[in-house]
């Protein structure tokens, strides 16, 4: 019934894990193979075919109508929410080389993925790449070999042989020509995982004004009407090398007509006579290779399984576009941007999707950019080898977890460890017998490796990767690997961001022009043309429309019975000098380190204290004199003495100000400060607190103002509120980061509201794990501790509850619904025996590719868009709640996995966006919920800078701003 596709192992595609966008590469195979028709035993038949078993298919509140406005301090029983809707229901070391000693291991995090209604390739022979030759693996790397003709014993990592290395699941593709048949797909379907409530009449809100909105999407007006025949192919010995899998196929061309084909999965037009096809072939070497081509089912291009086929035939006219394969989108490298003095380039390039949406399948196109350096990591190497101390330890540190580039087959690679005991002298055994690594890339790329004693990179393959035939370690060298992306110290030159900015963020219409340039050039080019012909496939070259609707501005309320209606942009920083802060905690005993001070520190620390308190003075809240330290040294332990003396005068905060910003003496502050002493601490650079050239000192009083209100959030106060519309309500909000010291460790950072209409406080909470069923365990328990924190301070428990989850990745979806929803209900029944609450989960994710525009500008703060471009099978809509002042302003998405709240989807979304007001750092409006931004400030803290759980005496303050 088309529940699933199968994958290699007999497991549905739902099983075998999946991403949100279906991509697939458009190519034919490279290979060495030539077919040759050779009739099979009837024993050779029986022992090449493989059993497939299937998968199984996976009390209304009083809101009110508008309130009021005014200007009274506390917050209304009833707020402006509009009129109710319809509601929903609920729901080891060697000799050392002149590069060093070997370095230590270090193992990369594992990431749980899991099934969603969304594409990517088998689960056995997905990421195939370039024949395997060129990326060789030790000895040491390698499996067991596929038994074969040729093959006897244990594999040694030939690279021309089965199961031995190659590029990593994300990068696939050859650059072969794609106008031969075969192409490599991505995409696969597995059962829609249907999240939205069954007594659910609508989720269309009904707040807001209607504003009409273009979206970056086209619709599908034909796609083939007739049945599609699907078959699964396997080859013995198994091959790995995508080339050569699709060299075989495409041989076979006149006997199979059109198809098309993934690596695993055949699609063809006509059926074939027999249920089981199978013929001999010869690879390069001379050995034989059997294919087998078995029927596994139809695929009506009714039933949603064909948004597959159809996400295969775009990516197969994309691939006729000159477009260069990096990774797994399309990039356009003849428009490639170069910035010389950051030795950097820009690439241009599409981002593709094609799914069922509300009525129709609509493909959603973004445009994207690849940035690329034009240094090696051998250059990066010498770099770290001439300016550091301690050469091993600064390089590895750069390049673990890096995302490299191997520019003679254009595949990137995610390095995992630098082996100090390897150099390309270093030998694998091939086919032929033992051959190094340098020997090799000659003969097989003519490439000559100048460094022989340069240490090897390490690929770790993921475990879905190892079971379909990949080595476990994949081989690289330096000198052939280009660095991607930008490094914490690009990122910190502002020179440096503020080029790329200005041809990373588009203007919306400049970017409304490239997506019309997409469609026309898919749709003008003669080979893309044809192969949309050939599959009866035609695009709208229209927009999508869509109305949305702009929620009400919302009512920003401070102390004193003062309020103000926030502006067309949501920003209320020109009304913060003159006001009172909503909860102000005067801060009267603190600590200031200084820096050793030069002649001309010492008075921009001391004018910087008297702005200080002047901004504090225009928001009626005291920060008194500090006592101050003064340091003889400059260095780590000089600050950790300091700290120390600090603490023992039992301050409110310490303050400590620093000559530059070195990360470590950072962390070395943070941490003594959280863990250690568990003080509230306020870190600030010389450089922010120095007037530009020409200026006074009154011209950091922006400074100073947001200095005064971190330093108010720290010890416990509130700069603002929005009216909240119910009582007893907790909203809590979770974010995840890894550890950048210890790869296999990532942090969980909880941060809960404690009911913001009678108390401003937050609890707060970050553990380690090491997985996903670690990670869900720890959430539950931290849920417990919030909620009995909740009830501690007000001697009742939360009647509602709103969870935002953040940082979750579109392949984790299925598991968040099905296991940790249930794991944090279950914690909380434990709590509230038997007690009734209200409770909902909402999935929030940021890093999507739909955009809107109204008209050739970004929509306004506060758009809801709840129709059209959202899923059929979720619970979900869109927000743009923050304002841009530069290129296009991105929508968040909510994806309601659990809602037992009964409330409308017009309130659900009104009181998402009034969330989107409180995050303190900044006077205005978040693209997520100010927990959400919490959360991920703490688990970065910790997971960048502490390492370690913050000291529990901290929880109940926000003193990760």
């Known amino acids: 019934k088309n529940k699933g596709i199968m994958t290699g192992r007999g497991r549905s595609r739902g099983q075998a894990g999946q991403q949100q966008q279906g991509q697939t590469q458009s190519r034919t195979g490279g290979g060495r193979g030539r077919a040759q028709q050779t009739p099979l035993s009837p024993q050779q038949q029986q022992g090449s075919q493989q059993s497939f078993v299937p998968a199984p298919a996976p009390t209304v509140s009083a809101w009110g109508r508008p309130a009021p406005q005014s200007a009274a301090a506390p917050p209304p029983a009833q707020s402006a929410w509009g009129r109710p809707g319809p509601q929903s229901a609920a729901a080891p070391p060697p000799a050392q080389s002149a590069w060093g000693r070997p370095a230590a291991q270090q193992t990369s995090a594992p990431v749980v993925q899991v099934g969603l209604p969304a594409f990517r390739g088998s689960g056995e022979s997905r990421a195939r790449g370039r024949p395997i030759a060129q990326q060789p693996a030790g000895p040491s790397q390698a499996g067991p070999s596929q038994a074969g003709p040729s093959q006897a014993g244990p594999s040694q990592a030939e690279p021309s042989s089965p199961a031995r290395a190659q590029p990593s699941q994300r990068e696939r593709g050859n650059g072969a020509p794609a106008d031969r048949g075969a192409i ?4 696969v379907i597995s059962d829609i995982i249907r999240t939205k409530p069954e007594g659910m009449l609508t989720k269309i809100g009904n707040v807001g004004a209607p504003v009409p909105l273009k979206t970056n999407y086209f619709r599908l007006l034909k796609k083939p009407n007739w049945q599609i025949y699907q078959y699964r192919v396997d080859f013995s010995p198994n091959i790995v090398l995508e080339g050569l899998r699709n060299r075989l196929i495409f041989e076979q061309k006149a006997t199979l007509g059109g198809y098309l084909f993934d690596g695993t999965m055949l699609f063809l037009t006509v059926k074939l006579r027999d249920e089981v096809t199978q013929f001999m072939s010869k690879d390069k070497e001379e050995n034989p290779i059997q294919t087998t081509i078995k029927f596994v089912g139809l695929v009506s291009m009714m ?10 035939i775009l990516r197969r006219s994309m691939g006729k576009l000159n477009l260069q394969m990096v990774g797994r989108n399309f990039f356009d490298s003849a428009a490639k941007i170069t910035l010389n003095q950051y030795k950097l380039q820009l690439w241009p390039g599409y981002l593709t999707s094609i799914r069922q949406h509300e009525t129709d399948i609509l493909l959603c196109a973004e445009v994207t950019t690849k940035v690329m350096r034009t240094e090696t990591i051998h250059d990066i190497m010498v770099d770290c080898h001439k300016n550091e101390r301690n050469f091993q330890t600064a390089f590895t540190e750069i390049v673990v977890g ?17 082996d100090y005991s390897k150099n390309p002298r270093s030998t694998f055994m091939g086919k032929n017998g033992e051959i190094s690594f340098a020997d090799y890339y000659l003969q097989k790329h003519k490439l000559r490796i100048k460094d022989m004693n340069q240490p090897l990179l390490a690929s770790k393959s993921s475990n879905r990767k190892i079971r379909g035939g990949e080595p476990e370690i994949i081989m690289l060298i330096p000198e052939l690997c280009s660095a991607t992306g930008l490094t914490q110290k690009m990122r910190n030159d502002g020179k440096l961001m503020a080029a790329l900015a200005n041809h990373t963020r588009l203007a919306p219409k400049v970017r409304i022009e490239k997506y019309i340039a997409f469609n026309q050039r898919l749709q003008t080019t003669k080979e893309s043309v044809e192969n949309f012909n050939e599959w009866n496939f035609k695009l ?8 949305g609707r702009v929620l009400p501005n919302e009512t920003i309320l401070f102390g004193k019975g003062k309020s103000v209606l926030t502006n067309q942009e949501a920003d209320w920083s020109r009304e913060f000098r003159n006001i009172t802060m909503y909860v102000a905690q005067d801060c009267n005993r603190w600590v200031l380190i200084a820096p050793n001070t030069s002649s001309y520190q010492a008075p921009i620390i001391k004018d910087f204290l008297s702005v200080l308190q002047q901004a504090s003075r225009g928001m009626n809240y005291r920060i008194g004199d500090p006592q101050i330290i003064n340091l003889t040294e400059d260095n780590g332990s000089s600050y950790a003495r300091a700290l120390d003396q600090a603490a023992s005068k039992d301050p409110q905060l310490i303050m400590a100000i620093l000559p530059n910003n070195n990360s470590d003496r950072y962390s070395i502050i943070k941490k003594k400060l959280c ?15 120095t007037p530009k050239p020409g200026r006074d000192k009154s011209s950091l009083l922006t400074v100073g103002t947001k200095v005064a209100i971190q330093i108010n959030c720290k010890l416990g106060g509130a700069p603002w509120m929005v009216q909240v519309p119910v009582s007893k309500l907790m909203v809590v909000g979770y974010d995840v980061c890894h550890d ?3 790869k296999s460790r990532s942090y969980g950072a909880l941060v809960a509201t404690m009911d913001m209409r009678v108390a401003q406080n937050y609890f707060s909470a970050v553990t380690h794990h090491s997985n996903g069923e670690e990670m869900s365990n720890n959430l539950a328990l931290n849920m417990q501790k919030a909620v009995r924190t909740y009830a501690a301070q007000h001697k009742y428990l939360p009647e509602r509850i709103f969870f935002y989850r953040d940082g979750v990745g579109e392949g984790q979806t299925n598991y968040v619904f099905q296991h940790e929803i249930q794991q944090v209900r279950n914690a909380l029944d434990k709590v509230y025996e038997g007690q009734p609450y209200k409770f909902i989960f909402i999935v929030v994710s940021k890093r999507i590719n739909t955009r809107f525009f109204k008209g050739d500008a970004n929509p306004s703060p506060g758009t809801v868009v709840d129709d059209i471009v959202t899923m059929p099978e979720r619970y979900d809509f869109f927000l743009v709640a923050q304002s841009v002042r530069q290129g296009t302003v991105s929508p968040t998405s909510y994806n309601i996995l659990f809602d037992g709240s009964t409330l409308t989807p017009g309130q659900l979304q009104q009181f998402t966006y009034k969330m989107t007001h409180l995050y303190y750092n900044w006077s205005g409006t978040l693209a997520v919920p100010s927990v959400c931004q919490y959360a991920h400030k ?12 913050p000291s529990a005496y901290l929880e109940k303050k926000l003193y990760f701003l």
């Open 184 to 187: 490599r797909g991505r995409a």
């Open 303 to 312: 039933t949603a399984s064909s948004v597959q086929i159809l996400n295969l």
């Open 402 to 418: 890096m995302t490299v580039l191997t520019e003679f087959n254009k595949k990137t690679y995610k390095i995992s460890e630098v």
């Open 540 to 547: 709208d070259t229209n927009f999508v429309n869509v109305s």
């Open 675 to 689: 863990d250690d002493r568990a003080i509230p601490s306020q870190v600030m650079c010389i450089k922010t607190i």
């Open 740 to 742: 950048t010291k210890d």
């Open 938 to 949: 703490l688990a970065y803290l910790v997971g960048n800078y502490i390492h370690r759980s």
